[in-house]
């Protein structure tokens, strides 16, 4: 965390505030995410300091690429010329990634942006946990996934546990036991999910920083062993506590992932029929290949998967598919070109940020994240934070 940062201070509860605001799963309709209140944050800051920062040029380049790609798709896929108000509602979507590049971003505002990630994750565990308990598992068994269970929060859940992990404020005196408190809280709450994409997300985020600290970090042989036997034996502990007091987690991960990886392997998931869970996105992934076959360069003018059905509906389920499907190769490599960017900065200036953004991205292999208005407001402060320079224009 920042040195200096008082919750004192009126603006910096007032940041907190609003960025847990941002963070909150509004949704409409048929579930569609629609809290975007977060694009007009900067335009406020814009307004007040009467300060403008002019983006990098990478930046603006990607910007008038997203609209021509707009005005193309407008003006040359005439057969989807009927959902025009959804086509300008997912570039607006796409767009809002852009928003915070216009102002600067200060130490307090990076710490703000962490306790607001950390308290809305605890805000949406605990009430889940409780009722867990106070019900009884009994009475759970036959629904209990249905009940509890959601894709939505886990990589905000994941991207909190390495702020907790790595970056928990030191100047707080009980500060060891309140953090592994809140780790065995953020750990239950991405296990609740019932999500095998939380569970594999994890692990290779796990898997990334025990690399990180055996090749790259400049603590000595002797630190780093240590440290991976103690992160070896916290797994070991974590499981066998788990296993104790919430068994049905234990029982639906080994049922639906771990037994049978270990039995039978990746084809041990059924990767041929369509109805289950990776045979679908292997589905949806061939459909969208032979969609960009025909259309590798607007893709579908930003348009969802749900277009190359009759009754309107489908979901890529992947966050990466979901992108290529609707801005084209070309828009796709930008896309991951700044995603690029926050990866590389993130390893440099921020380890909490760094190991938890790997966690979102593996996550995002499986589900949309960034998609969503939450995952869209994580997306845009990192990557103004990640283009984030002294020598901005105003």
Known sequence: MSQGFSFNNNKNLANISMFVIFLLPVTFLSGISSNYLFVLYPLILVLFKNKIVIPHTHVLSAILFYFILLIVSVLIQMELSQFYVRRFLSFFILMSMFSFLFISIDKNMITAFKISIVLYSLFYIIPPIGTYFFAGASGLEDNIKGQFGSQRYGFIYLMAFWIVYLDSPKEIPWNFVLKYIVLALLLIGILMTFSRSSVVSLLMSLITYVLYESYSSRKSFFTRIKKFFVLVFACICIYFAVDFFIPRLVEFFNATFFSILLDKGVEGF?????????????YMFGEIMNFLAANPLTGSGYLGVWTLFDDLSGSAHSQYTDVLFRVGIFGFIIYMLLVKRVVYYLFKCDKSLFFGFIAVLFYG????????????FLLAFLLALAFQKKNNKH
């Open 365 to 376: 292999l499986f589900h949309e994240t960034f998609k969503l208005s939450h995952g869209g």
């Open 270 to 282: 059924d990767l041929s029929n369509n109805d289950s869970s990776i045979g679908y996105r292997l």
